[in-house]
């Protein structure tokens, strides 16, 4: 096939964009709460539920969002782990072949976050990270305590979400079993003038893909569409025999 019905084809595919994603962490407000109710003991836990109670004016949103909502404005990058395999090698003669033995350990989760004065990611993961282990009282807490269940990783479509739409969703990972493991606030300079950002670490224990979605539509004819547009006047057939 020559380089010119390749170029047509390709002319005419939509590409998957890395900046078109959300992260959505589902029940974290579960965990918040459960640090509130710490600050009404007598116990260690209270230095925990203390921390909460002094972040709790830069943990609210001004606009009344919720907590996982103000995490997913929040949002800068993530890199979603990879779901690895190790082997083993068995040797025959003069050769070795390898063979499945177990899921590899998944690797810890990366994400970043814009830092804002209300809604703010840095008090949230500090209040969450606390959960996990207070290093002012040496706890570390029941596991059941600080992971959330689940976290999706949401893929959109070209039509951008927009307030009170829905977007078309392209596919949805989901990780499980997350918790902060650090949580780094980065440099602070004179010399800056940079929006602070807030580096997480997330252990997960797993993430697999739930949908992958297409688009379907239909292709316009030859001859009807605009006469400056090449795409719809060539006599060119593409991939499958389609008319492009």
Known sequence: MANIFQTAAIKSKTPRMSHRFSLQFDGLQNIMALAARRADTYTYNAITGNRYTQLLQAINDETGRSIS?????SLLSVSLPSNEMETVEIS???DTVKHI???SSIPDMEVSFYDYISGSASAIMSV???MVGDRRTGTISYKKEYILPLARLIEYGPTAPGEGT???KLAEHAIVNLYPKSVNLGEHSYESAEVRKVMVTFAIDNVFP???NGVDYAMPTAGTGPTTNPLYNSSL?????QTI
């Open 69 to 73: 909502e103000s995490l997913e404005l």
């Open 92 to 94: 025959r003669f003069h």
């Open 101 to 103: 033995s177990k899921f």
């Open 128 to 130: 969450w990270h606390g």
């Open 166 to 168: 829905t977007p078309q």
């Open 210 to 212: 739930l949908y992958y």
């Open 237 to 241: 057939t593409g991939i499958g025999g």
